[in-house]
């Protein structure tokens, strides 16, 4: 695996992509063993890529996989977000566990929001980014790693 990662990092550097610029989202959705984790971590850190735990609170992103990853980024769940919003106690975890992040010298960012009041809600837990319908999309061109990854077959017919 490490192979295809280099192949990738050079692809982008071709495409005139910083390596401090990228950061590689771990899903929360795709059930990992600690040491393909652990491998990961410490590869990505050698290549001064960051690293971003999605939709925690969801799935396989959970606190032991914060403390194995110690992530940059950390995304909070949408679910989990409103949910606090309306339970005290979900409420205090949640603040709880954003001002670990913080210390920990990551950053937070809140997912989902669709409304006014859920963006000061943010702001009140000290998030540090923000997304969601609410703030609109942004215009941004998205990377096909799948396409970089793959030889350009135009030029080399010629």
Known sequence: MENEFQ??????????????????????????SD?????????VREQHIRLALDGFGRGESNLE???????????????????SMNY?????LLVSFISR???????????????????????????????GSFLDSPDLPMVDFFQLSRPNLSHAAH
């Open 88 to 92: 005290a106690r979900k409420k205090r």
């Open 101 to 131: 992040i913080h210390d920990d010298g990551g950053k937070v960012v809140i997912e989902g929001l669709e409304t006014e009041e859920m963006l000061v809600y943010a702001r009140e837990l000290c998030a540090d980014l923000f997304q």
């Open 7 to 32: 192949f990738l990092l050079g692809r982008l550097a071709i495409n005139g992509l910083s390596r401090s610029t990228i950061v590689l989202k771990l899903l929360e959705t795709v059930p990992v």
């Open 65 to 83: 996989r914060y403390h194995l990853v110690m992530p940059d980024v950390v995304k909070i769940d949408n679910r989990l977000f409103a949910q």
């Open 35 to 43: 040491k393909f984790l652990l491998w990961f971590k410490d590869f």
